[in-house]
């Protein structure tokens, strides 16, 4: 019994002494892109480029790779909708991204580590216009990045993202009893820069 404690606790030590540390990684940024086109008049409504905010939880998955939960929230708006014939308006709202993916490394220095970042999941755009409501739909996301170790439990990361949110031809938004647009296209395009500090725990 003792030799199998004895065992039990080196291989213990062992997987400490190899494990990987959870990461938290705060994040602003600037986000731009995003359009849509309206079928009923084939007018552009371009959203707004504005400051994001955003939170990233890594967790270890093998030698230089991870798994991450990615959050980002875009406060912004989506200008000249048309509500009647007579009348357009602004629309403020708020572009969030959900998702599931990870990195994996392109390159590794002393003290640089490039990587490739990616994941799927959805977004939710919510209005701020009496009659309308919020969208969720499905979407994807990739991009670079880099980060330089400060210190042995703080890095900074710095990275690009590009987001595509999926739509059929033809779909309806922000309706609630009824459509405030009616758009075409298969994708919603958006990009992102980002920098936060990696907390490794």
């Given at each position: 019994?003792?030799?199998?404690?004895?065992?039990?606790?080196?291989?213990?030590?062992?997987?400490?002494?190899?494990?990987?540390?959870?990461?938290?990684i705060?994040l602003?940024?600037?986000?731009?892109?995003?359009?849509?086109?309206?079928?009923?008049?084939?007018?552009?409504?371009?959203?707004?480029?504005?400051?994001?905010?955003?939170?990233?939880?890594?967790?270890?998955?093998?030698?230089?790779?991870?798994?991450?939960?990615?959050?980002?929230?875009?406060?912004?708006?989506l200008?000249?909708?048309?509500?009647?014939?007579?009348?357009?308006?602004?629309?403020?709202?708020?572009?969030d991204?959900?998702?599931?993916?990870?990195?994996?490394?392109?390159?590794?220095?002393?003290?640089?580590?490039?990587?490739?970042?990616?994941?799927?999941?959805?977004?939710y755009?919510?209005?701020?216009?009496?009659?309308?409501?919020?969208?969720?739909?499905?979407?994807?996301?990739?991009?670079?990045?880099?980060?330089?170790?400060?210190?042995?439990?703080?890095?900074?990361?710095?990275?690009?993202?590009?987001?595509?949110?999926?739509?059929?031809?033809?779909?309806?938004?922000?309706?609630?009893?009824?459509?405030?647009?009616?758009?075409?296209?298969?994708?919603?395009?958006?990009?992102?820069?980002?920098?936060?500090?990696?907390?490794?725990?």
């Open positions: 019994m003792k030799n199998i404690n004895k065992i039990l606790f080196i291989c213990l030590l062992a997987f400490s002494a190899n494990s990987y540390s959870v990461e938290i705060p602003i940024g600037y986000r731009g892109g995003g359009e849509f086109v309206d079928t009923a008049n084939d007018k552009k409504h371009t959203i707004v480029s504005s400051d994001v905010l955003g939170l990233i939880l890594s967790f270890p998955y093998e030698q230089g790779k991870d798994i991450e939960i990615y959050y980002s929230h875009q406060s912004s708006e200008k000249s909708v048309t509500l009647t014939t007579s009348e357009t308006t602004d629309i403020p709202l708020s572009i991204y959900l998702h599931i993916g990870g990195t994996a490394p392109i390159a590794e220095f002393d003290s640089l580590k490039t990587f490739m970042s990616g994941g799927v999941g959805f977004t755009i919510s209005p701020d216009l009496a009659g309308s409501q919020s969208d969720l739909r499905a979407s994807l996301s990739i991009g670079v990045g880099m980060k330089w170790p400060i210190s042995k439990r703080i890095a900074l990361r710095l990275e690009t993202r590009g987001f595509a949110t999926m739509y059929n031809n033809n779909s309806a938004i922000l309706c609630n009893g009824g459509c405030t647009l009616q758009v075409s296209g298969s994708f919603f395009v958006q990009a992102e820069v980002l920098a936060g500090l990696a907390i490794r725990f």
